[in-house]
Each structure stands twice: as C-alpha cells, then as structure tokens.
C-alpha cells in the first residue's frame, strides 16, 4: 500500500499536472473563467484519466509498442465521447457551458502523458493511485486559478446557482480582464511564479 | 506469445480495439439518444414558457422551422430560432411574436460569450428591452436604434441585435406568404 499512497500524493503537489509539469494548460485557461466550469471540467477530467489509465494498465502487456499511441487515443476518445454523451442527456446545463471543452479532453495531453508515461508501465493499481493523484492536482489547479479569475473579474462568487458572497467595492467595479484569455495568462503566470519561489521542483 | 511476434499482430490488436470502442458508443448512444432529445425539448418549451407563461404546450412547423405555443387549443403566437456569430462563437436566440406580429421578446438559448461581460446579454435587464420594438428600433441606441448595448460587450449587443433583426425580416416576409 506504500506506494499506492505515494503514486497517489506525487500528483499533488511534487508533480501537479498543471503548476509543475505544465501540461494541459489549454483547457485549464480556457475553461478557468467560472468556478461552475472548473468543477464540472476537474470531474469529467478525473473520470477520463481514471478510466483510462485503468484500462490501459490491464491491457499493459497486450499493447504492441508500434501503435500504442493509436490504441491510447482510440481508448480516451471513446471515453470522452461516452461521457460527452452522458452529459447532454442527464446534465444538459452543464454539457452546454463546458461546450467544445469536453470534446477536447481527448487532445488533453495531461490523459495521454499518464498513460504513456505510467499505465503503459505499471499495475492497475499504482495507475488508479497516478490517476487519483493527477486528476485531484488538476482540481485544485483550475479550481484556484478559476476563483483568482471570478473573483476577480466579477467581484463575486457563485457556485452552481448559489450567490457565495460578493466582495464590496469589487462588485461594482471588477477587474473584468480577468475573464479574457489575457486574464488566464496573468493568474497562471503570478501562480507558477509562487511554486517556484517556494522552491517546489520537479519531482519525476 | 507466438502471435504476438506475427507482423499483422498491431494491426489485429488495432482494429480489435476499434471494434469494441464501436459497441460501447453504440449502447452508450442507444441509452442517452432519447434523454437528449429530451432534454433539448425541454428546453426549448421551458424557454418558450418564459416568453409565453400561459403556454400549456406547442407545435413545431419543421418547414416553416416555426414554434406555435398554444392555450386551449388557441395560438398565443409564434417563435423561432435565430443564429448569429457573437465575439466567441455562435449565439442561439429565441424570438417570440404577439399574433399580431409585433416582437413579444427574446431569450438567449445558447451563447459562448465571454462571462461577465457579454454573457450578460442573457440577463433581464438587457433582454427587457426587446418586446414591443418596431423593426427599424431594432439597432443599438448609437446606431439610431432603441436597445442599449452592454457596458464592455458591444459586439455581442450588436450581434443580437443583428440577427434578431435579420431573422424577424425573413420570418415576417414567410407568415406573410403563408396568410
């Protein structure tokens, strides 16, 4: 079980997908500008590695290196479209403010690095830990640069439909350029300047 | 492990994992088409309802692409949908007119504006401009028209405005030749 909990904490922090590796940061800027969107984008994000680093683990040994990479992109594809799918019957409101974004996760190269870089090589069990660690690193990531961006932005915090608390002052006068690309730029860029100042490196 | 060492083994094992990614998007399509359609219809008539709060129901001309909300059998008037390109992609509107024709409001089905600045072109404040314009009110305020534009959002405002317009000329000019 050791090193489940390691596979698992790596993720995290010491190799966080999105501040150290610096992989996908694609849909984390793009879909970063609501917290609604960067908690429905992290858990359609955590099914999609989970799965598919699990499915990868068991066919591991099966996989002929030649086109090991078409067999990943088909695997992730059709998890994507599966969920994709899902989505606009049973949570259409969410389907629609995530948009393009869920189609993209297959391009995400965040689900393809994990499972060319560690299900292709580990047991099923340690790929559960990675993917674990990998998708709740990629949470908080675009979960926190959503919160600088909306808070910001708008000077108030709403989570599905729910008025959180407003900032005074801020309300009414927001920083808007926080909810334009430029703005995703800026958040992440203040972010990854603070993981390197607290001498945070990489860990694999 | 001797196929394994077989040339034609990846190219196998490719199509093995093509065959059964098909089946599961086939029963995943089979399980979810019905609920998204339900879902899409659903939302069309909860929309409708806003502009037309009587409504107990309505009818869909798929010719004419033509919405007739409908109380106890009577028409309340029509409704149909507009398309324009926003700032960031495409803008889904929902027109809605009095029997008479004159524009009873509309509503933003779907739009990828940018938050907090031209996504608020689905909030009331903007969309209760609308009912009771005249066609050639229809335009921003600068533009000689009657609708304000958002603070910030210009070109979605116009891109509303725009294809509202656009697509009340082409419906008025088909209810015509319809009567």
């Known amino acids: 079980m050791h090193s489940f909990t390691k596979n698992f904490l790596k993720g995290i922090i010491r190799s966080n997908p999105t501040f150290i590796l610096l992989l996908g940061l694609c849909p984390t800027l793009a879909v970063s500008t609501s917290l609604d969107n960067a908690v429905g984008m992290a858990a359609a994000f955590i099914f999609v590695l989970l799965a598919s680093n699990i499915i990868i683990s068991l066919i591991r040994n099966y996989v002929p290196v030649r086109v090991r990479i078409p067999v990943f992109i088909v695997i992730i594809a059709t998890l994507v479209t599966i969920v994709d799918l899902i989505l606009q019957g049973f949570i259409p409101a969410l389907s629609k403010s995530l948009g393009m974004y869920i189609p993209l996760i297959v391009v995400n190269c965040i689900i393809l690095g994990r499972a060319e870089a560690f299900a292709s090589r580990n047991n099923t069990t340690n790929s559960i830990a990675d993917a674990l660690g990998m998708g709740v690193g990629f949470a908080w990531a675009i979960v926190l640069i959503s919160l600088i961006r909306q808070l910001l932005g708008t000077g108030a915090l709403d989570l599905f439909g729910h008025h959180l608390f407003t900032v005074p002052g801020l309300a009414d006068n927001p920083v808007t350029i926080f909810l334009l690309p430029m703005g995703a730029f800026f958040a992440i860029g203040v972010l990854l300047a603070l993981f390197r100042w607290m001498g945070v490196s990489t860990g694999e | ?179």
Not at chain 2, 69 to 92: R, T
Not at chain 2, 115 to 122: C, E, Y
Not at chain 2, 145 to 158: L, P, Q, R, Y
């Open chain 2, 1 to 179: 492990m001797e196929v394994r060492k077989n040339g034609f083994y990846p190219v196998i094992f490719l199509t093995l994992i093509v065959f059964i990614s098909i089946a599961a998007l086939t029963v995943t399509n089979a399980v979810t088409k019905d609920k998204i359609e339900l879902a899409k219809k659903d939302e069309i008539a909860e929309m409708l309802s806003t502009l037309f709060p009587e409504m107990e129901g309505f009818t869909y001309d798929e010719k004419g692409d033509l919405y007739t909300p409908l109380a106890k059998q009577q028409p309340l008037g029509h409704a149909f949908m507009a398309e324009i390109s926003g700032y960031s992609g495409a803008i889904s509107i929902l027109v809605g007119l009095e029997p008479d024709t004159t524009l009873r409001g509309i509503r933003i089905i779907s739009q990828q504006e940018t938050p907090g600045l031209g996504a608020r072109i689905a909030e009331s404040f903007f969309l209760q401009q609308f009912p009771g314009l005249a066609m050639d009110d229809i335009e921003l305020t600068r533009k000689g028209g009657k609708v304000d534009a958002i603070t910030g959002a210009t070109i979605s405002s116009s891109a509303v405005v725009e294809g509202v317009r656009k697509a009340l000329l082409e419906k008025l000019d088909q209810l015509r030749r319809e009567t």
